[in-house]
């Protein structure tokens, strides 16, 4: 089980509201990422981090934000939600193994479902 | 077209029963593929990794292949139980990045029957 922790784990809200969702892991890895999963659907990228005070945009567009001030902490947030935000919000983190191709196993948080009425 | 395309989309089997999962993939150039078990309402948790060097790996009663001239892959599973009920994704890395960008399959949602 891997040590990356997400809350709430379920959120619903109205149209309009400014919401962050939290994410926190203590293995010491430095990337962290944002996934947005809708059902049935692939996982798309919104937002990752290399680092404290490096983050960059992923392939899927959003109106999210992200920080990264802390090296365990990455938190998501959106300014002003909306019904088309509605989605399951997964974080995870990895660290390079180069036995492993050069690529880092991503180690994922339980995810969580926002709802945005 | 997503470059990571896997079938069935949904399986259902009855338990003890064996079942074999298949993904097909078109990214280029490869690095290397994951297979992830996701339960219903949490993140993916890692069950093989393989670079284009190795064509199976398993991992208890998950056995993983590869061929990488026909970029295809699939995932065995032996002897199912209640508790593999899951959707199983199908991830493949490209060398292209640092990041090492990795594209999703929309997954097999796998239902074991008692």
């Known amino acids: 089980e891997a040590d990356i922790y997400q809350t709430p784990r379920y959120l619903v809200i109205g149209t309009g509201k400014k919401i962050t969702l939290e994410c926190s892991q203590t293995?010491?890895?430095?990337?962290m990422y944002w996934y947005q999963q809708d059902p049935g659907m692939e996982l798309h990228l919104i937002h990752y981090s290399y680092g404290v005070n490096s983050t960059e945009k992923g392939d899927l567009s959003s109106e999210s934000t992200v920080s990264r001030i802390r090296t365990e902490h990455f938190p998501l947030t959106l300014e002003s939600a909306r019904p088309s935000h509605t989605s399951q919000y997964l974080c995870?983190?990895?660290?390079?193994?180069?036995?492993?191709?050069?690529?880092?196993?991503?180690?994922f948080g339980p995810g969580t479902r926002l709802t945005v009425l | 077209k997503n470059q990571v395309e896997q079938s069935p989309q949904s399986l259902i089997i009855l338990e003890g029963k064996n079942c074999t999962l298949q993904?097909?993939?078109?990214?280029?150039?490869?690095?290397?593929l994951r297979w992830y078990k996701q339960d219903t309402g949490r993140g993916p948790v890692s069950l093989t990794i393989?670079?284009?060097?190795?064509n199976t790996k398993s991992n208890g009663r998950y056995t993983a292949t590869l061929d990488a001239d026909t970029k295809q892959s699939s995932l065995h599973i032996t002897a199912s139980q209640l508790s593999d009920s899951a959707s199983y994704i199908c991830v493949v890395s490209d060398r292209g990045s640092t990041l090492g960008r990795l594209y999703f399959g929309r997954g097999t949602q796998l239902t074991v029957w008692p």
């Open positions: 293995m010491g890895h430095d990337k």
């Open positions: 993904c097909n993939y078109t990214v280029s150039p490869f690095s290397n």
């Open positions: 995870a983190s990895s660290e390079q193994r180069p036995s492993q191709g050069g690529t880092d196993t991503q180690y």
């Open positions: 393989m670079t284009f060097s190795e």
